[in-house]
């Protein structure tokens, strides 16, 4: 196996970014949400202007990708929320380098760069999205709670999972 190198994103990687999203997004989410989710949301939360200016707050947002013979594989993102406590919101991989560790490193090297004040992670995914569940659960994280989503009238669930990082604040 190649080796994974998890770097900083950097603008110029933005398109490759959204190629992991999208492809990621498709696999993970077609036949569990609503119809246009993927398509309506993506555009919102992935848009390059978003992306761009969330990577300029540089002190309250955690871009990294990891890189394999010079391809992007995967990417996270994590805003500290405060002092104490920061979300992972993105983690994502293309498929044919799922179960190689790319998630894991993303994460532990994210957990890396977080200030040592904080001491809870944060994450969320959709609750019909068991595979997330089971792949958080395996790095460390566990329930919080749930709570629902609306899109365009219909309700869907989203599971709430905490990391304690091991250190109080």
């Given amino acids: 196996m190649n080796r994974i190198d998890i770097r900083r994103a950097e ?4 398109e490759a970014i959204r190629a992991v999203g999208r492809s990621a997004w498709e696999d993970a989410y077609t036949g569990i949400v609503p119809s246009g989710y993927i398509e309506d ?3 919102q939360w992935w848009a390059p202007h978003v992306i761009r200016m969330s990577m ?3 002190e309250s947002q955690i871009w990294l990708v990891a890189v394999q013979t ?3 594989v995967g990417v996270s993102h994590t805003e500290i929320l405060n002092q104490d ?3 992972l919101w993105k983690l994502y991989v293309l498929k ?3 179960r190689r560790g790319v998630g894991r490193a993303l994460i532990e090297d994210t957990i890396e760069r977080l200030p040592f004040s904080v001491c809870t992670m ?3 995914y959709l609750t019909a999205n068991a595979a997330a569940g089971a792949f958080y659960g395996r790095q ?3 329930f919080d709670h749930e709570s629902l989503s609306d899109y365009k009238g219909m309700v869907i669930g989203v599971t709430w999972l905490r990391r304690d990082l091991g250190h109080s604040p």
């Fill in 56 to 58: 300029r707050l540089t």
């Fill in 41 to 43: 949301l993506f555009e």
């Fill in 11 to 14: 603008p110029r990687d933005i």
């Fill in 96 to 98: 044919a380098h799922r």
């Fill in 85 to 87: 406590e920061a979300v």
């Fill in 70 to 72: 010079n391809e992007i």
């Fill in 140 to 142: 460390g994280f566990v």
């Fill in 122 to 124: 944060w994450t969320e």
